[in-house]
């Protein structure tokens, strides 16, 4: 086993649905069958603008042919072992390239970075994964928190070698990361309800929904998120608020008082969306939302 550096651009022409596969042309298929069983870092080209260059991992589970497109493969990513950093991190930090392995002996790029997969050393691994799970973010709400507590130290998590899977399997974590990007994402208002709401201590009201749950090997991506106000959380978890592929909201049938929920959603009878577009639901996750937790 061994860990990777996985080349994604979300305008690109390759079947990738990150949390759940990767494609990739023969050329690179040895380099990927190492990865199986270990965890891979997905990269965004410095090219792209507004690039998040390293901003996820995953753990690769297998290796399986296109069977539509001859010559084309894909890693499979493990079911729920995908997270998206809070923090994603930069080819360059203060003018020095994080991942180190792609210099040659004279301190240069060496030109490995334009390799769609690519292998990268477990010290390049553990620095950018401890860059990118870094979270000193304010604005996560806390359920157990004091009222009158104005600041929440975030936790940094260092990775030994020894320690490493320990660590990225870690839910605290996960959960962490996940709030932080989803709530980035949407400007840390409702998705349904439009409300953003900050305390005094500059927290955010609204929190972090899975689509697909954790239970369920739902993966911690944006795509499978949605900010949502608590009594909008506890409801869309309840399979009584779901969304259709147009992100159209549903309102289900057991809803008592349906006025007024319809009075908190929002007017335009549609979810807000994020910015970028692959932070937009996928229907994927929408879809196994609808059949197997809304009540219809």
Known sequence: MANGVFI?????????????????????????QACIG?????????????TRGYWAMARVASIVPDPEQA??????????DFIQFGTPVPFKIDGVVVERGVLNDSQKNSGRTQAAVRPISTQDFIRII????????ALLPRRDEPANRVREEGPVFHFEERER????VSRPLRDRAFRRTVLDAYDARCALTGLKLINGGGRAEAEAAHIR???????????????????VHWMFDRGLLSLADDLSILVSRHVNDRDSIAALLNRSGRARLPA????HPHPLFLGWHRENCFKG
């Open 38 to 50: 270990d965890w891979i870092l997905y990269y965004e080209p410095v090219k792209v603008k507004r």
């Open 8 to 32: 994604h651009r979300e305008d690109s022409n390759y079947q990738d649905t990150p949390a759940i596969r990767y494609h990739f042309p023969k050329q690179y298929l040895g380099r990927a």
């Open 71 to 80: 010559g084309m493969y894909y890693a499979m990513i493990a079911e729920g």
């Open 213 to 231: 749950p954790v239970e369920a090997n739902g993966p911690d991506i944006v795509s499978n998120g949605l900010a949502l106000s608590g009594t």
């Open 165 to 168: 899977i320990q660590q990225l």
């Open 276 to 279: 970028r577009a692959a932070d």
């Open 130 to 137: 401890n860059l990118g799970l870094h979270d000193e973010d």
